[in-house]
């Protein structure tokens, strides 16, 4: 910009005039004009000259030669104004007094006022235009001529000073820069100060006076908060933490290099190849020996007797080619076994397998579980003790009482008994006149009454063991006034009634359908009763001490096969022939519904604990539920060839047991953990035989000891074994 100024500032060309002097007649006054300011600038021609020559020295200390520059510059001068006389006179003038004016002004030389006035408009608002703006008159500005590419690259090659020129697409025009401003260029790209007299390193002013000062500025102490952690940081962190934690941040992983190969490697050695199946090459042909050769030596042809011989020999030892000598390859015949080959080569190539399978070496016992050793889990039933004897037919239900001295019995003869356990004797006998299904004790040592399932009836029944104290509370809990029916009300008749039996000195329950089962609460007042056929009313709930009876104020989904009480909450379970639903009794809400995946279940049995228990079914499936875990089994375990007829847990012993219809009862151990991250521990222990078959059932029930680890079974073969732990 500052060499263009000094150019301005040179006197005027006298081609310059002479173009001038052909102008039209309405230009004569323009041209008037700028004769009287060029004579006002001759004033100046030698302050211009000095600004010359400095100019000049400062281009030959750059290297290039002041001429070309002052030629080039002229010829330019000259071509402008050439272009401002086409657009008028007085636009030639005024521009021109304008760099006469430029020395007198304030302003830096740096500065020109732009040509065009447009302002802010887009230039290709004006593409489709002979003009590219206006100038400060309002005249139009047009568009130069542009050079072909040709032309303009041979005028860059020969202009040295091609590299300062930039073209100012806003004035349509070329600009070329000042040493100045290529200087504040390179600095601005160093990211240094663009002006000269910046100083980037100023010497250092020290605000606080120092003399005489025998204090610092401040003797307050160091405040807590310099010692204590940011909370802020803290808060920060845990912010971090959860969104990584959420996945809103993740984490670039570390870009998996290559690994190294062999470059010179065959195919056929490479096993594996990168995100392909295994590569396996095909089978290969033995190559040709000199047997197969049209004309072989002497030694490899048989004679007569070799070849007779060959006939004698079995198809597999037998050589599959016999050479022959030709003279010619001429007097070779066809092959005969080549379709042959042809044909078993290509199921070589499409049998052959793709894939290659590696064979895992994996020994057997290795992948059986770690039990602990039987021995360490003892004490539990392993022979048989006492059989007791007495009943004529197939031995259906027992039951141990609280105190475990007694056992009571049921038969299909009609019978039931009670006998002394550490003996065998039979102390009592009742004739019911039907088949049992079902006999239960009541849990409470005091209280010595008899649960007892015959057909629709369930008959309870004083034992008549215990002192007179105990003997009248239990005929007071056998009284019954008149004839009661349970408390429903509405059109259906009563689903159970409450009667006297005379004949058996007790009470008679009679229900509307078949009962299956009893099964009595830990504080032996309540019990239920499953009735299979009973629709809604398959499972009733009885109060003993108020002769009470009601039916579940729930909707059973299924048939139902057994219930129980849970053995210390007020939670009832009830097992259909799929499911197993989970009451509580005071909420009268449904817990949960464990799914056995069984065709059918056939019993049911709770941990002591509450939290376990263990269903099984008609298949020989048992299966172990872990309620806080999940609603499916925790372990199905597939021990009995048939039928399950009864699962049960001990009370104090980590044992539990079940009898089906192949004579057989297994004993597992089952260590319940209180630690919750600990599965229960499940070991078979021991099976139990002894039992014959009859009829096709084998042991039909089977029982615990409440104290000792003790099973009682009862079987199909009228009798009933104890098994001990010696």
């Known amino acids: 910009m500052v060499e263009l100024d000094n150019q301005k500032e040179e006197p005027i060309p006298s081609d310059y005039n002479e173009d001038s002097d052909d102008s039209d007649s309405t230009q004569h006054s323009d041209e008037s004009d700028f004769e009287d300011s060029s004579a006002d600038k001759d004033g100046d021609s030698s302050s211009g000259s000095s600004d010359s020559d400095s100019d000049s020295k400062s281009e030959l200390e750059d290297g290039s030669p002041a001429q070309d520059n002052s030629g080039d510059s002229e010829d330019a001068e000259s071509q402008d104004e050439d272009d401002v006389k086409s657009e008028g006179g007085s636009e030639g003038s005024d521009i021109h007094q304008e760099g006469v004016g430029g020395d007198e002004s304030d302003s830096s030389e740096d500065e020109v006022a732009p040509r065009n006035t447009i302002g802010e408009v887009p230039l290709k608002w004006y593409e489709d235009e002979p003009h590219i703006g206006y100038d400060i008159k309002g005249k139009k500005i047009k568009k130069k ?17 091609n590299w300062r020129k930039i073209y100012d697409e806003y004035n349509d025009e070329v600009v070329e820069l000042t040493k100045d401003e290529i200087k504040i260029v390179r600095k601005l790209m160093k990211n240094q100060a663009p002006h000269t007299d910046f100083d980037p390193y100023p010497t250092y002013v020290d605000w606080f006076k120092w003399d005489g000062a025998k204090h610092p500025l401040s003797n307050a102490p160091e405040p807590k908060r310099r010692f204590i952690p940011s909370k802020w940081e803290a808060k920060k962190v845990v912010q971090y933490v959860r969104a990584i934690r959420n996945g809103s941040i993740t984490f670039d992983k570390p870009k998996e290099e290559d690994d190294a190969y062999l470059l010179w490697e065959d195919d056929s050695g490479l096993t594996e190849k990168a995100n392909h199946l295994a590569y396996v090459p095909a089978p290969k042909q033995k190559l040709p020996g000199h047997d197969e050769s049209y004309n072989p ?105 609280a105190s475990g001295q007694w056992m009571a019995s049921g038969s299909s003869d009609g019978t039931v008994r009670v006998w002394e356990v550490e003996t065998g004797r039979c102390l009592r006998r009742w004739e019911i006149g039907e088949a ?20 629709q009836d369930v008959l309870l029944l004083n034992t008549g063991l215990g002192d007179e104290e105990e003997q009248q509370r239990i005929k007071e809990l056998l009284l019954v006034d008149s004839p009661k029916a349970s408390e429903e009300t509405g059109k259906k008749a009563p689903s159970v009634s409450w009667l006297k039996d005379d004949k058996h000195d007790g009470i008679r329950l009679r229900h509307l359908k078949t009962v299956t089962s009893v099964e009595w609460h830990r ?19 009885h109060q003993l001490s108020k002769k009470l009876s009601q039916k579940l104020p729930f909707k059973l989904h299924g048939l139902a096969v057994r219930s129980t009480f849970h053995p210390s909450r007020s939670i009832f379970f009830i097992c259909t022939k799929k499911t197993v639903r989970v009451y509580d009794l005071l909420k009268r809400k449904l817990i949960k519904t464990l799914y056995t995946g069984l065709k059918e279940a056939s019993s049911i049995a709770v941990h002591p604990g509450g939290d376990n228990l263990i269903v099984g079914s ?89 104290r000792q680890p003790w099973l009682f079974t009862a079987g199909a073969d009228k009798l009933i074994k104890l098994y001990c732990h010696y």
């Open 145 to 161: 001529e542009k050079e072909d590419k040709l032309g303009s690259f041979l005028a860059n090659v020969d202009d040295s000073k």
């Open 297 to 401: 030596p002497l030694e490899y042809i048989p004679t007569q007797e070799e070849i007779n011989s060959y006939q004698l020999m079995y198809e597999e030892d037998r050589p599959k080619f016999i050479p022959k000598r030709f003279t010619s390859m001429r007097s070779i015949p066809a092959y005969e076994n080549a379709m042959k080959e042809s044909f078993e080569r290509c199921l070589d190539l499409y049998l052959c397998p793709r894939v290659r399978r590696k064979r895992l070496n994996i020994d057997p016992e290795s992948l059986k579980p770690k039990l602990p050793n039987k021995k360490e889990l003892k004490p539990y039933p392993i022979t048989c003790y006492i059989e007791y004897k007495g009943h004529e037919g197939a031995v259906t239900s027992i039951s141990v009482e």
């Open 436 to 455: 049992v299904n079902c006999v239960t004790w009541n849990p409470l040592p005091d209280i010595h009454i008899l649960a007892v399932s015959v057909g």
């Open 523 to 541: 504080k032996g007042d309540y019990f239920s009763t499953v009735m299979p056929a009973g629709e809604s009313r398959s499972v009733l709930i």
């Open 618 to 706: 008609k298949e020989g499936k048992l299966c172990w539920f872990d309620m806080d875990l999940s609603a499916k089994p925790y372990k199905t375990l597939k021990c009995h060839p048939k039928d399950i007829n009864n699962v049960v847990f001990h009370r104090s012993y980590p044992l539990f047991a079940s009898c089906s219809d192949d004579s057989t009862a297994y004993v597992f151990h089952g260590m319940v953990y209180s630690d919750l991250n600990q599965n229960p521990l499940i070991v078979p222990l021991e099976i139990l035989r002894g039992h014959a078959n009859s009829n096709g059932r084998g042991i039909l029930d089977c029982k615990f000891h409440p």
